[in-house]
Structure formats: C-alpha cells, structure tokens
C-alpha cells in the first residue's frame, strides 16, 4: 500500500513538473512541498509498529524537546509557523523513524527502475528548462537545492541494492546534477562519489582521483559561474554568515552548547541587512526575523539548538538508518550530503530529504531480509529479545 502511494504521488507531480518553464516559483503547477508532506502523514499510519526501541527513544527526546520549546515559545507570542519553520527537523525525526527498523515498504526491482525512470525525467525536464525557460536554475519539483539531496538518497539506495551503480546511472545522475547548477548539489555529488567508488589505494585508486580531480573542475566552475562580482562576498552565504557571527558575539560557553533561547529574534541590523527575503521575515510581525533568514541549515540548527542540538539530529539520523539495516559507507554518504546540504540551504529541514531518508531506511537490503526471514523461525519472547 506504502509502495503504491508513493508511486501516484511522485507519478502526478513529475508529470504535472513539464507543464511550467517560467520562473523560480513555477517549478511545479502542484504545491508539491505539501503534497510531499501529505504522502508520508498518509503512510506513517500503515507503519508505525514493529518499531526498535532507539525509535521510540529518539521519538522521546524530540518529543519532550519539542514540548518544552513550544511551551516557552508560545508563552512569549510567537507565531506558530515561525516556530515550526525553527524545530520542523526534530518533527521530521518523528516522522522518520516509525520507517525504521526491519520494515521493508518497497521492492529491489521497484526502487531500481523508478530510479532509472526519475533520472530520465529530470534530464529531460532540466535540458527543455535550460532550453525554454526564463533564465533561473531548473526544477521538477522545488528548487533544485532541495530535490538533488532526494535524488542522491536514491542514488545511494540503489548502490546499497546493486553493490554499485551502473555506467548508466553514473553518467545520467553526473548529467542531472551539472545541469542544475546547484553549488550544493555538484559538492554533495562529488562528495557521493568519493565516498562510493573510492575503497582501496591502487592503480585503479589512480584512475578515479583522476576522474574526480575532473569532476572537481567542474564544480570549481559552478561556482565561478554563481559569483557576480568575482568575489566571496557576492555569495550570499558569506552575508549569512556574518549575519550569524554578529547574533552570536555576546555568546557564553553554554550558549554555544545548547543555542539561543526558543525563538530568539535576530538583531535589527541583522534584519536590515537581509530585508530583501522579506518573504522569510516573522509570519506575526514583518520587522522581526529568526534564524530561518539565514538559509543554511547549520548555521540555523547550531542558534537555535546549539552545538548539542547540531550533534543529536546527524547522531539520530546515523541510528535510524542503522537500526534500518542501511550499509555503512550509503551511511556515511549520507550525513555527508546532510552536512554540505545544510551549509547551503535546509538539509534535515526539508521534506526532500525526508522522502529520501524514508526510501533509504525502507529498502529491502540483503542483511534485512536475512534478519526477517531469522525473525519469523524464532519464539514470541525471542523475537521481542532480537528486536
């Protein structure tokens, strides 16, 4: 049923995705963020059970965490969506891990070619963009910064199921992520890519840094290319930056550990600086704006959750794909894309990258599948013991 549901959806709105070629804001005729969202409230019914017991612990502490914020928040009138838009990466976590454990909700050959089919799709949707559209970066489902972090968690699914990826799949993943022009993107890919095909150092090792070292000249060039004047301080996340160092300067030790107070407004020069996102600024006051101003995930989870917040979402993360059976180096490939995702935009914050998580933790590896087939020949209280 799970399998079936995530089928119409991503079906209906990859389609829909041809229809609109006009500006940033028309990547999808459907509001596929919230449509995303819908998707995975609709199967967390179907699965929430059989849940290991290091879910239902992460599930207590964001829980309790999240309690605890909203309460203070709330108390000191704060508007609901903007404390939302600050803890959505804890609901997240909820959300993820009643998929985790020994729950398989999608089939190899599915996962395998819907793969296949999807980077087709968003190739030929990023070259008739190019082609057609108004200028900005091209987009199937949101901005490309978001869907390329879903795109690579599928990648790094299907190498988990095939033991590698096929020249293929290489080469179409390489096409779509280049076309996009997303700085984010061609790092957290080539990051990917070192992580999968680098294991030993031979000739071989050789022919791949070879390779990358290419690569790697491309991604200089995407970035060249994004800079205006020729110079750092034209990428906005140095302004950001800034941004952030300013809120912090009168930091204690303890502040740095556990972030700023629940909805701690960010300074009037701060805002001023970044009046230009005035679509960012508070939804109960347009003079006020948080953390969410400053785009990157890091630098907003490490004000408003501190350095142990930071720690306790990417260590959640690993356990739950662990927990899921999820190979160790896809692992790895993974916090990777999160961390250099989230220096640029939303990482965990993003439904794109839930999806992706849910697909990769859902899969039916080798060591799963053994693990269920061991389950079922078991007692009642040995099963309970195992799990």
């Known amino acids: 049923m799970v399998r079936y549901t995530y089928i119409v959806f991503f079906s209906i709105m990859l389609l829909v995705s041809f229809i609109s070629y006009k500006s940033t804001f028309n990547y999808n005729l459907l509001p596929t963020n919230a449509l995303f969202e819908l998707m995975v409230l609709l199967s967390i019914g179907l699965v929430a059970k059989r849940m290991p017991l290091s879910a239902w612990a992460i599930i207590a502490l964001s829980s309790v965490y999240i309690g605890y914020t909203l309460v203070v928040a709330l108390q000191n009138g704060t508007h609901p969506v903007d404390y939302l838009l600050a803890f959505k990466a804890f609901v997240y976590l909820i959300f993820l891990s009643f998929f985790t454990g020994n729950k398989v909700l999608f089939n190899r050959e599915t996962l395998i070619s819907a793969f296949d089919f999807i980077l087709i799709l968003f190739l030929m949707k990023y070259v008739i963009w190019i082609a057609i559209g108004d200028g900005f970066r091209p987009g199937v489902f949101a901005e490309n910064n978001f869907e390329i972090m879903l795109v690579l968690f599928w990648a790094l699914t299907v190498w988990a199921l095939q033991g590698e990826l096929s020249l293929k799949q290489w080469l179409l993943l390489t096409a779509v992520i280049f076309l996009s022009g997303s700085r984010s993107g061609v790092v957290s890919y080539?990051?990917?890519?070192?992580?999968?095909?680098?294991?030993?150092?031979?000739?071989?090792?050789?022919?791949?840094?070879?390779?990358?070292?290419?690569?790697?000249?491309?991604?200089?060039?995407?970035?060249?290319?994004?800079?205006?004047?020729?110079?750092?301080?034209?990428?906005?996340?140095?302004?950001?930056?800034?941004?952030?160092?300013?809120?912090?300067?009168?930091?204690?030790?303890?502040?740095?550990?556990?972030?700023?107070?629940?909805?701690?407004?960010?300074?009037?020069?701060?805002?001023?600086?970044?009046?230009?996102?005035?679509?960012?600024?508070?939804?109960?006051?347009?003079?006020i704006c948080y953390s969410v101003i400053l785009h990157s995930f890091i630098m907003r989870v490490v004000h408003d959750h501190g350095f142990i917040g930071l720690f306790f979402l990417f260590w959640a993360t690993n356990l739950l794909m662990k927990r899921s059976f999820v190979p160790p180096r896809a692992r790895v490939g993974v916090l990777a894309v999160l961390f250099l995702n989230g220096l640029s935009v939303s990482s965990l914050n993003s439904v794109y990258a839930l999806v992706g998580l849910i697909i990769l933790v859902a899969a039916p590896y080798a060591d799963k599948l053994s693990f269920i087939e061991f389950l079922k020949k078991q007692k009642p209280d040995e099963v309970r013991a195992a799990t």
């Open 190 to 287: 080539f990051a990917v890519m070192s992580i999968l095909l680098i294991r030993q150092f031979d000739w071989k090792t050789l022919l791949k840094l070879g390779i990358l070292g290419i690569i790697g000249v491309g991604v200089v060039a995407v970035f060249i290319s994004r800079l205006s004047d020729g110079n750092l301080n034209s990428i906005d996340r140095v302004v950001f930056f800034q941004g952030l160092l300013i809120a912090m300067r009168e930091w204690t030790f303890f502040d740095y550990l556990v972030g700023a107070p629940p909805l701690t407004e960010l300074p009037d020069v701060v805002c001023q600086r970044m009046n230009y996102y005035k679509e960012l600024f508070s939804a109960k006051d347009p003079a």
